[in-house]
């Protein structure tokens, strides 16, 4: 069985993980184009080589952060995603209500 | 025939039909497993015990751990520690800013009733109710990592998994909290399970033990 570290557990199996996706910048969802929200949303770049990814300790619901080579699968590092995400993504109901106007 | 049922309260644990030959007793206002005729000797041999309707309680968020200080409750070190207060309630840190408090068996977990009528911090502290989302199973004995070796990838021998330790992990392919504590020096594996499954659970404990004698145990086998 391949062998995951995580930040929080430990090492554990790869069947307790799951895959989150690509880590990527969000663009502002008040001023970017329709295009621009698709392309964060539905496409990947599925990039060969190094690439950074969201990953999900199931047994305790736990986000983190995995930097794993595509075409190796090997896993580089595992770190908890506070060392990307200083601090919480708020969204006013102000540009939301202007978002489903426009 | 026991005088008290689970039938009697409207509030049941998550698997008492798994115990109708059970004595019961009152416990946070539902019928408690207290005597199964088996005693202290099946406790240190390999036990399992229902604690699901003893009170418990949780927090996360920055605030969480300054939360439980004002409460005067120890505040593990680590995430997947777990710390023991003198009246015997666990707290369990299950992450950086998630804590969660198990109730004592031997005060029927007054201790936690009384952190939660405790008011708040005014931001970043949020109560987690995981009274009714997740059934506590409590494996008691001599075999415990031999026992969870059989359902169970993590290793849970005492050097790896020291009582104090908490593991996060599927176990019989459900996903478990596993804590290593002691009650009255008996050794204890208490696993806290999605509700739901854990009926299921209890059954492949029970099977997974039969091997090295286990059997169901009420809270007096503790004492």
């Known amino acids: 069985m391949k062998i995951m570290p995580c930040p929080l557990n430990g090492p554990r199996n790869i ?4 895959h989150g996706g690509e880590v990527r910048d969000m663009p502002n969802p008040t001023t970017c184009s329709d295009k621009e929200w698709a392309e964060y949303v539905f496409y990947s770049d599925n990039q060969a080589g190094v690439v950074t990814e969201w ?14 080579h595509t075409v190796t699968d090997e896993i580089i590092r595992t770190y908890d995603p506070s060392e990307i995400f200083k601090a919480r993504v708020e969204f006013s109901a102000e540009s939301t209500a202007q978002e489903v106007s426009a | 025939m026991s005088a008290i049922t689970p039938e009697s309260f409207s509030k049941r644990s998550f698997v008492y039909r ?12 539902a019928a408690q497993a207290a005597d199964m005729k088996n005693g202290h ?5 390999a036990g399992i015990l229902d604690l699901s ?20 409750l120890p505040v593990p070190a680590k995430p997947n520690q777990a710390s023991v207060t003198d009246n015997g309630e666990l707290v369990l840190r299950l992450s950086q800013k998630e804590f969660w408090v198990l109730g004592a068996v031997a005060d029927l977990g007054a201790g936690v009733d009384a952190v939660n009528q405790r008011g708040l911090p005014e931001k970043d502290c949020y109560a987690l109710y995981n009274q009714d989302s997740h059934a506590w199973l409590t494996l008691t004995g001599a075999h415990l990592p031999a026992i969870m070796a059989k359902v169970c990838g993590v290793d849970l021998r005492a050097e790896a998994f020291p009582v104090g330790s908490i593991a996060q992990t599927p176990a019989a392919r459900i996903n478990v ?15 806290l399970c999605d509700s739901a499954a854990a009926e299921y659970l209890w059954v492949s404990l029970l099977d997974a033990m039969a091997e090295f004698g286990g059997e169901v145990i009420g809270s007096n086998a503790l004492s």
Request: aromatic share 12%.
């Open chain 2, 53 to 72: 309707v003893l009170p418990r309680t949780g927090f996360r968020g920055l605030n969480a751990a300054s939360h439980l200080q004002a409460a005067d």
């Open chain 1, 55 to 68: 990953w999900l300790h199931a047994a305790s619901g736990y986000w983190f952060i995995a930097e794993r």
């Open chain 2, 177 to 191: 909290v596993v804590v290593h504590h002691q009650i009255n020096e008996i050794p204890c594996f208490s696993m």
């Open chain 2, 18 to 29: 798994q115990l109708s030959d059970a004595e019961f007793s009152e416990v946070a206002g």
């Open chain 1, 15 to 18: 069947s307790e993980f799951v």
């Open chain 2, 41 to 45: 000797s099946q406790a240190l041999k």
